[in-house]
C-alpha cells in the first residue's frame, strides 16, 4: 500500500496550505495585491450582452415560428379556459368526487370534495380553474415531449448521454433563469409560463421512460424472442408493458413539477391564476388573502399528489363493483342531471366568496399575533442575524464592532483568535490528520473574513485541489473552469453572497435535520409525527411557504434564510433517519457488547456505518437548497437569486440565463463533490 | 453363465481396458451418439434376436446439431474471434482467451440430438448450461461455430427467416421464468399466439386448456407476482408449449417446484413426451431427474461437454473425477432401469415360472424378484413384446460394477 512521497494526498494538502497561505497573505495586504482578493475589473468580459445578442438574433430568425407555436397555445388556452368555466362548480364537483372515488377510494373523495368546497367559499374558483386549464394543457405536452427524448435515449447509447446531460442542466438550472428568455421568445404572457413549465416537467419523464425501457428483464426479452416478437411488437407489447409502473411513477412527478412550476411562472403575470393571487397578496402584505390563497395552493398540491399516486403507484386492487364504463357512464349522468337540476338554482362561486368577510377578519388576527408575537420573532432575528449570518457574511472582522457586537476586535483578541485556530491545526496535523487541520485553518479564515471577503483566486485554487483529489483531473477541470466562467461572467461577488446565504442555510438544516434524523431514528413518535410534515414541506409549491415567513419576519435575508432551511431539512432528516435505521442489527449489538454508551454507539458505529446515506442526504440538501435560492429572492435577499429575478424584471434574458447558469454550475461542482466523497 | 457372457461382451466390445473411459471424448468429438454405438454392438453379437432392449426412436438424422460452438463474454471482440479462427487446440484456445481477460462461457461444443430425443444438460452453476442452450436458440451470438436446425444454418438465418422458426418450431423456458410482468397469467402464455396475430378469443381458449394442462386452473387472471415461484414456472411451461413446438429448450424447469408438485410434472413431462414426441433440451441440476426424464445426459465444466451418453455409460464408466462426483451419491438400482441391462435371451425359453417385470421398471424392483428365489427375471415392453431376460449373473455383474455394490 505505499505510495510514492508525493502522492495525490500529499500533493494537494500542500497545495491547499499555499492557497490558504495566499489568501492570508491578501487578507493582510488587501490594498496592494487586490488582484488576488477581488475580481478585477479588467477580468470580466459581457457575456451577458453576447448572450442577449444571440437570443436576440434567434428570436428575429424563428421569430415566425414562435409567434405560431405561441399563437397557438394562446388559443388553447383561452378554449380550454371558457370551456372550463362554462361548466357549473357544482357539477365539476360532483364529477371530479365521484372521480376520485372511483380512482383512490373514499378518503381521497372525500379530500376533493373538501378542497372544491373551500375553494369556492374561498372566492378562487376562476383563479382555481386558471391554473387546472395550464397544468391540463402542460401536462400532455411535457408527457409528450419527455415521453419521445426518453424512447430516443433507450434507443441510441450517445442520444442518452446527450439527454442526460442536458436534463442535469435543466434540473438544476432554477427555472425562473430559462422564463426570460421564453419571454423574449413568446411574448409577455401565459404561454412564456405554460412553455417554461413544460420544460420544468418533461425531464422526470424522460428519465422514467428510460429507465423503465431500459430495465426490462433479459429473460423477458428472450422470452418474447422465443416467441418471435418483430421490432415493433417487442417494444410496444413486451418493453412499452414492462416499463409501465416506472412510467406511471414519472407521471406522478411530472404532474407535480407540472403545477409547481405553473404556480411560479405566476410571477409574469396575465392568466390571473392562483399563484398570481399568492403573489400579489404577498406583495401588498395582504396576509389574511395570501394565506386563503396559499391554502389553495397547498390543497390543490397535495390532491394532486395523492389522487395520482392512488391512481398510478400503488397497487390497484379491483374493488369496485361497476366496470368502469358503466361507472364513468354514470358519473357523467349524475353531472348531466346536477347541470340540468341544481346548477341553476345555485348562486354563482363569487356570490359564494366569503373572502371579502374572511381576509380582513384574518388578516387583523394574524397582524395583532405577528404583533404579539414581535418581541420573540424580532430577537430570534437579531440574535441569528448578528452572531450567525453577519460573521458568515462579512466576517468577524466587520462584524465585530462596538455598533454590532458591543465590543471590538483588538490586537489581543486577534492573537487570542489566531492561536486558537492555529493552535488546533497544528494538534490536528500532528496526529496526522491533516485534513481536518486545514479544514480548521479555513473555517478561520472564512470565519474573519466572511464569505465576501473571500479572496477570489486562492478560492478557486484549493477548490480546485481538491477537485483534483477527489475525481481527478476532470473534476479538476470542471471546477477551475466553471468558477472562473462565473467570474469572467461577473457574478462573483453574487455568488459569493449566495455562497454565504446558501451556507448557513445549509449548516442550518445539517444540524437540525441531523438532530430530527437521530430522534427519529431512535424514537417511532418522532419519526411517526415528522413523515407527514416532511410530505407535506416537499409536496407543496415552494413559494407557499414565504407568505407566513414575511409574515412574522417581514422581507430580507432573514426569511430567505428560514425559507432555504425549510425547504432544505427535509432530505438530511430523511436521509439520516434511513442511514440510522439501515445499520445492520449485529453491527450494534456488536457495539453494544464492547460497553458503548449510547452517545458513543451513535457516532463510533452507527453513524460512520450510516455515512453514505447522509452523505447523500447532504447532497440532497444541498440541492433542495440551491433550487430554493431563486424562490427565497422574491423575499428580498441579494446574490444569484435576486440576480435571477431582477433579470426577469427587466427582460435581461442574458443575464437571467447567466446567474441561472452559475447556479447550476455551482450544484454541478458541488453534486460531483458530493458523490466522490460518498465513495471515499 | 451364458447370458452374462453375452452381456459382458458386449459390452466388452466397447470398453477395452476397465478403467478407461467407455467413449473416448476427443476434442471436439463430445458427440458421439454412445447409445447407437452400443445397440449397434449388441446387435452385432446378437444377430438371431430382433431389437435392443431400450425403447428409443429408430436411428434417424440429427435434428439439431452445433459444431465447435464458442461464446465468449469479455475481452476484445477482435482479439477473441481471431484467436478463435486459429488452428489451435480447444484447451490451448481456452488458456489464451482466459489470458486475454476474457470468458469462454461455452468452448468448443459439439452436439448432435435426435428427433424426438431429450438431452439432459447437468453441470455446476457457472458451467455454461444456460449459455449453451441461449446460443442454441441463437438468444445470443456464438463467436464462433454453426448451428444446424432441420439442416438449416441458423447462425446465418435472416432475421424474418428466425423468427418465423421460433414461431412456429421452438419453445423455450427460463430459469427464472421470463414472465411479463404486466400481463395476466392466462395473456402470459397467450402471448406467443398474439404475437403471431391469432384472434383474441381463439388465443385466450387455448391459453386457457394450457393453464389447466399444468394445473393452474382458476388462476388465468393473477399477475406474476401473485403466483408462487413454483406456479410462475407452471406459467413459463405453459407459454413454451402454446404454439406446440418442435424444438424444445427448458432451462431449469422444474427447479422452483416442490418435490411433490416436482414428481407430479415429470411425470406429466412424460406423458406428454410419448405422445408427442418434441425433441427437448433440458438443463437440470438433478441427476435423478436426468435418468429418469432423459435419453441421454450431457455433464458440462467450464463451457466444456466432459461426458454424455445414457445413464448407464454414467454410472459404468464415468469419464473423470468431475463426473463421478455427480454419480456418486446416485442409487443405481433405482435410476436404471429393467429395459436398459435385459440381455435377450440366446435360445428360445419359456416364461413360464419366470418373474415378469416392466422394462421401465427399476432394478430395484427386479432384485425383490431375485430376493423371491427367482433364477431369472423376464423384461417386457410396454408394447408386450419381450425385450429380454436378466439372470442371477448378470445382476450380481451390474451390482459389482456400480456404486451400489458397496451400498
Ligand atoms: N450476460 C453475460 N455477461 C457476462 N458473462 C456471462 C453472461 N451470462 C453468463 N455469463 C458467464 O458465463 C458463464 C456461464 O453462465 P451460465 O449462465 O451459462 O451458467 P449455468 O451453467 O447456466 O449456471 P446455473 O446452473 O447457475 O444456471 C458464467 O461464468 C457467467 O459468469
Ligand atoms: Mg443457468
Redesign the interface.
Known amino acids: 500500500m505505499l505510495e510514492a512521497f508525493p502522492n495525490r494526498q500529499s500533493l494537494t494538502a500542500l497545495g491547499c496550505f499555499g492557497a490558504l497561505a495566499l489568501a492570508v497573505l491578501a487578507v493582510m495586504f488587501g490594498r496592494e495585491l487586490s488582484w488576488l482578493a477581488q475580481v478585477p475589473a479588467s477580468f470580466s468580459l459581457p457575456v451577458s450582452n453576447w448572450t442577449n445578442a444571440a437570443i436576440a438574433t434567434f428570436s428575429t430568425e424563428f421569430r415566425s415560428l414562435f409567434r405560431f407555436v405561441g399563437d397557438a397555445l394562446n388559443w388553447q388556452l383561452k378554449t380550454l379556459q371558457s370551456v372550463l368555466l362554462d361548466i357549473p362548480w357544482s357539477v365539476m364537483i360532483v364529477v371530479l368526487t365521484l372521480g376520485a372515488l372511483r380512482i383512490a377510494g373514499p378518503g381521497l373523495a372525500a379530500l376533493t370534495a373538501t378542497t372544491c368546497l373551500y375553494i369556492v367559499f374561498a372566492g378562487y374558483w376562476k383563479e382555481s380553474i386558471a391554473t387546472l386549464t395550464l397544468v391540463s394543457l402542460g401536462l400532455p405536452l411535457a408527457c409528450i415531449f419527455g415521453a419521445a427524448l426518453g424512447i430516443l435515449a433507450h434507443s441510441n447509447r450517445y442520444v442518452a448521454a446527450a439527454v442526460d446531460a442536458v436534463l442535469d442542466v435543466m434540473q438544476t438550472v432554477p427555472a425562473f433563469a430559462y422564463l426570460t428568455p421564453l419571454i423574449v421568445l413568446f411574448g409577455f404572457g401565459p404561454v412564456a409560463g405554460l412553455v417554461a413549465s413544460v420544460l420544468f416537467a418533461l425531464p422526470p419523464m424522460t428519465r422514467n421512460v428510460k429507465v423503465g425501457l431500459d430495465q426490462t428483464?433479459r429473460?423477458?426479452i428472450?422470452?418474447?424472442?422465443?416467441?418471435?416478437?418483430?421490432r415493433l411488437?417487442m417494444f410496444a407489447?413486451?418493453r412499452l408493458?414492462?416499463a409501465?409502473?416506472q412510467i406511471l411513477m414519472g407521471l406522478n412527478q411530472t404532474i407535480m413539477a407540472t403545477l409547481s412550476m405553473v404556480i411560479f411562472a405566476a410571477v409574469i403575470g396575465g392568466f390571473e391564476d392562483i399563484g398570481w393571487e399568492v403573489l400579489r397578496a404577498a406583495r401588498r402584505a395582504e396576509f389574511g388573502n395570501g394565506i386563503i390563497a396559499g391554502l389553495v395552493v397547498t390543497l390543490l398540491a397535495i390532491l394532486l399528489d395523492r389522487v395520482s399516486e392512488a391512481a398510478f403507484v400503488r397497487e390497484r386492487q379491483p374493488q369496485n363493483k361497476l366496470s368502469a364504463p358503466s361507472f364513468w357512464g354514470l358519473a357523467v349522468l349524475a353531472g348531466g342531471v346536477v347541470w340540468v337540476v341544481i346548477a341553476p338554482l345555485l348562486p354563482s362561486p363569487a356570490q359564494l366568496s366569503m373572502r371579502p368577510y374572511l381576509a380582513p377578519v384574518l388578516n387583523d388576527s394574524l397582524m395583532s399575533v405577528s404583533v404579539y408575537l414581535s418581541t420573540v420573532t424580532a430577537t430570534l432575528k437579531s440574535v441569528i442575524t448578528t452572531y450567525f449570518l453577519l460573521p458568515l457574511r462579512i466576517g468577524l472582522v466587520r462584524s465585530l464592532t462596538p455598533a454590532i457586537w458591543g465590543f471590538e476586535m483588538s490586537p489581543a483578541l486577534m492573537a487570542i483568535y489566531v492561536t486558537v485556530f492555529c493552535g488546533s491545526a497544528l494538534v490536528l496535523a500532528f496526529r496526522q490528520q491533516v485534513g481536518a487541520a486545514l479544514g480548521v485553518l479555513f473555517a478561520g479564515l472564512l470565519l474573519y473574513t466572511g464569505f465576501s471577503g473571500m479572496p477570489w483566486l486562492p478560492l478557486i485554487a484549493g477548490l480546485t485541489l481538491v477537485g483534483w483529489w477527489l475525481g481527478g483531473i476532470r473534476l479538476a477541470a470542471i471546477t477551475a473552469g466553471g468558477l472562473m466562467a462565473i467570474a469572467v461572467s461577473g457574478f462573483w461577488p453574487s455568488t459569493m453572497f449566495s455562497a454565504y446565504l446558501m451556507a448557513a442555510s445549509i449548516i442550518t438544516a445539517i444540524v437540525l435535520g441531523g438532530l430530527l434524523g437521530v430522534l427519529a431514528a431512535e424514537y417511532e413518535p418522532v419519526s411517526r409525527t415528522m413523515r407527514p410534515v416532511n410530505d407535506f414541506l416537499q409536496t407543496i409549491p415552494p413559494f407557499v411557504i414565504l407568505i407566513p415567513l414575511i409574515m412574522f419576519f417581514q422581507v430580507g435575508d432573514f426569511s430567505s434564510y428560514l425559507a432555504i432551511v425549510a425547504y432544505a431539512i427535509v432530505p438530511m432528516a430523511r436521509y439520516t433517519e434511513q442511514g440510522l435505521r439501515h445499520v445492520p442489527a449485529t453491527q450494534s449489538d456488536a457495539g453494544h457488547l464492547a460497553g458503548c454508551t449510547s452517545l458513543q454507539l451513535l457516532f463510533l458505529v452507527k453513524f460512520p456505518a450510516a455515512r453514505s446515506d447522509i452523505i447523500l442526504g447532504l447532497n440532497q440538501t444541498i440541492m433542495a437548497a440551491l433550487a430554493m435560492l431563486a424562490v427565497a429572492a422574491l423575499v428580498g435577499s441579494r446574490g444569484l437569486g435576486q440576480d435571477v429575478y431582477i433579470a426577469l424584471s427587466k427582460a435581461d434574458s442574458g443575464m437571467g440565463l447567466l446567474a441561472g447558469l452559475s447556479i447550476a454550475m455551482i450544484a454541478m461542482i458541488s453534486d460531483r463533490f458530493m458523490r466522490r466523497m460518498a465513495v471515499r | 453363465m451364458k447370458l452374462f457372457a453375452t452381456w459382458k461382451a458386449a459390452l466388452s466390445a466397447t470398453i477395452p481396458v476397465a478403467g478407461e473411459p467407455m467413449f473416448a471424448l476427443a476434442e471436439g468429438s463430445a458427440g458421439v451418439d454412445s447409445s447407437r454405438g452400443r445397440s449397434t454392438d449388441v446387435k452385432a453379437a446378437q444377430s438371431s434376436v430382433p431389437a435392443p432392449q431400450e425403447n428409443r426412436p429408430a436411428k434417424a438424422e440429427p435434428i439439431l446439431s452445433c459444431r465447435d460452438l464458442w461464446k465468449v463474454y469479455g475481452g476484445d471482440a477482435r482479439r477473441v474471434r481471431a484467436i478463435l479462427a486459429e488452428g489451435s487446440s480447444r484447451d490451448e484456445k481456452i488458456a489464451r482467451l482466459i489470458a486475454e481477460g476474457a470468458n469462454p462461457s461455452v468452448a468448443g461444443v459439439s452436439l448432435d440430438v435426435r428427433n424426438g430425443e431429450i438431452l439432459m444438460v447437468m453441470g455446476l452453476s457457472g458451467s455454461g448450461k444456460s449459455t449453451m442452450v441461449r446460443c442454441l436458440s441463437r438468444l445470443i451470438e456464438p463467436e464462433a461455430g454453426e448451428v444446424r436446425f432441420e439442416g438449416l444454418d441458423l447462425l446465418q438465418a435472416k432475421p424474418a427467416d428466425l423468427t418465423e422458426i421460433r414461431r412456429r418450431k421452438i419453445g423455450m423456458v427460463f430459469q427464472n421464468f421470463g414472465l411479463m410482468g404486466h400481463l395476466t397469467a392466462i395473456n402470459n402464455v397467450a402471448f406467443p399466439l398474439r404475437v403471431q396475430g391469432m384472434a383474441l378469443a381463439d388465443r385466450l381458449a387455448k391459453a386457457r386448456g394450457m393453464l389447466e394442462l399444468v394445473g393452474l386452473a382458476g388462476r388465468e387472471d393473477c399477475l406474476p407476482h401473485q403466483l408462487s415461484g413454483g406456479q410462475q414456472q407452471r406459467v413459463g411451461i405453459a407459454r413454451s408449449l402454446i404454439t406446440d413446438p418442435d424444438l424444445w429448450f427448458l432451462d431449469e424447469p422444474f427447479s422452483a417446484l416442490d418435490p411433490l408438485i416436482r414428481k407430479q410434472m415429470q411425470d406429466e413431462f412424460l406423458r406428454l413426451q410419448a405422445k408427442l414426441h418434441k425433441t427437448i433440451i433440458f438443463v437440470t441440476h438433478d441427476f435423478l431427474e436426468a435418468a429418469r426424464l432423459g435419453d441421454r445426459i450431457a455433464i458440462m465444466k467450464d463451457g466444456k461437454i466432459v461426458q454424455i451418453g445414457s445413464v448407464l455409460d454414467f454410472l459404468l464408466n464415468p469419464a473423470d473425477d468431475y463426473v463421478r462426483s455427480f454419480v456418486a451419491d446416485v442409487p443405481a438400482l433405482r435410476v436404471v432401469k429393467a429395459g436398459q441391462i435385459a440381455v435377450p435371451a440366446k435360445e428360445p425359453f419359456s416364461s413360464q415360472g419366470d418373474p415378469v417385470v416392466n422394462a421401465d421398471e427399476s432394478i430395484e424392483s427386479t432384485l425383490k424378484c431375485f430376493l423371491g428365489g427367482a433364477q431369472r427375471v423376464v423384461v417386457r415392453k410396454a408394447d408386450g413384446t419381450i425385450a429380454g431376460v436378466i439372470d442371477h449373473n448378470l445382476i450380481k455383474s451390474f451390482l459389482g460394477r456400480t456404486n451400489s455394490g458397496h451400498a
Open positions: 428483464p429473460e423477458t428472450e422470452a418474447a424472442e422465443i416467441a418471435g416478437c418483430s411488437q407489447l413486451v408493458g414492462a409501465t409502473r
